[in-house]
């Protein structure tokens, strides 16, 4: 046997609910659309959505424990994280802007967008910290290995990140193309997106476990 139906909806939920609450990937989604676009928002939910199937593995095989337990290990991630994310507020911070046809002409590739999902999740060692205290409490020995239910958990709070942020990449898309017709607001809204990460690489730099 495996994880009952209303465990299985029950945990659905609450990992919608959390993909809702403000936290620094749905910021990440956010900033992210709202300055270069839908499109953008979604790569780089596609690219935190890989970053979880790694903290999912991690959980399932153990690795997440060594993150718990060592402090050198959560340390260094978490500053690789945050520089990444001082990095990407600089380049924010300086962005100039375009107006009207033209502010589409340097949008970043598919693939940087991808990536940028990608390095913003894994390099946040509390995600694995928070996996391995949130899965176990929706797992039941007595339905079969564990390995299996903490997989089939992780792929769905994947599913319920990616309805969530799919949504939050296509509303703040919409309205930064508004945005991106103004010059002075194109500005404002790079301003807001460094400071957005600004913020995201202080608190993740100053992360306790």
Known sequence: MMIEPQQLI???????????APGP????????????????????????CTGLLVHTAAVTFGLAAVYAQSALAFTLLKVVGAA????????????GTQQGAAARVDRLSLGTLYRRGIIMNITNPKVSI???AFLPQFTD???????????????LFIVATILVFSSVSLLA????????????AQKLL???????????????????R
């Not at 676009?37 to 790569?43: D, F, M, P």
């Not at 990444?84 to 962005?95: E, G, I, M, T, V």
């Not at 020995?141 to 792929?155: D, E, F, H, N, V």
């Not at 790079?190 to 306790?208: C, E, H, P």
């Open 130 to 132: 928070f996996f391995l």
């Open 173 to 184: 898309g919409a309205l930064g193309d508004r945005f991106r017709q103004s010059a002075g």
């Open 25 to 48: 990937d749905i910021l990440f989604v956010l900033a992210q659309a709202a300055q270069q676009g839908r499109k953008a928002g979604l790569l780089v939910t596609l690219g935190l």
């Open 141 to 155: 020995p007595a339905k079969g290995p564990l390995s299996l239910q903490l997989l089939l958990l992780g792929g």
């Open 84 to 95: 990444y994310l001082a990095w990407l507020a600089w380049q924010s911070f300086r962005a």
């Open 190 to 208: 790079n301003r807001i997106a460094g400071t957005i990460f600004a913020a995201l690489a202080v608190k993740l730099v100053t992360a306790q």
């Open 10 to 20: 029950l945990f659905f939920t609450t990992s919608v609910l959390l993909g809702l």
